[in-house]
């Protein structure tokens, strides 16, 4: 009997150039970034990491357990799993030298979305902007100071704001199934 290939993370298929919807999480969706120090790190981290590696990050959300963004990837988007394991590295070395806990597993793995319709781009834009909202964090998007809503709000002009806010994300398939800490 030939063996079946079965999978135990999601395959990425990063050649195309374009833009992303990427999720990252915590391994057994652990709250490792809870407090607002910790937010701070893996906020300032990604946002690094993403400038380090040319990545022009357009929507952002950062918790404890859990980030997403949107990104624009430079030339091929094969950048993307070095980014990903620079910031990865980095932050998991140092909350486990706060926890003391040496060598302990802190990321899962990641997914990426390539966005190919305009439509599609707009919703996700939004439901990321949003992030904290959904998961009942804040009222306001731009009241949650690990995300991009305010630095979004601040910046775009109020038609494309208004746009933007304005796509549906009820129907969208983001895979979303954590609960950060209500602890920020």
Sequence with gaps: MPSIHWPHAPEHRLSERGTY???AATY???HHFEG???LE???RGLLSVANEFDWHLEAWAVFSNHYHFIGHSPGSSESL???LAKLHEQTAKWVNRLDETPGRKV???FRETLLT???SYLARLNYVHRNAVKHGLVLTASAYPWCSAGWFERTASQA???TVYSFRTDRLNVGDDFTPSQDW
Excluded: A, F, G
Aim: zero cysteines; proline letters at 4%; a positive charge.
């Design 117 to 119: 319709h305009e439509r």
């Design 36 to 38: 607002s120090q910790r």
């Design 21 to 23: 919807l990427v999720t």
């Design 28 to 30: 057994q969706k652990r």
């Design 107 to 109: 990321w899962h793995n």
């Design 41 to 43: 790190v893996l906020h």
């Design 160 to 162: 494309q704001v208004k």
């Design 81 to 83: 799993r070095p980014m």
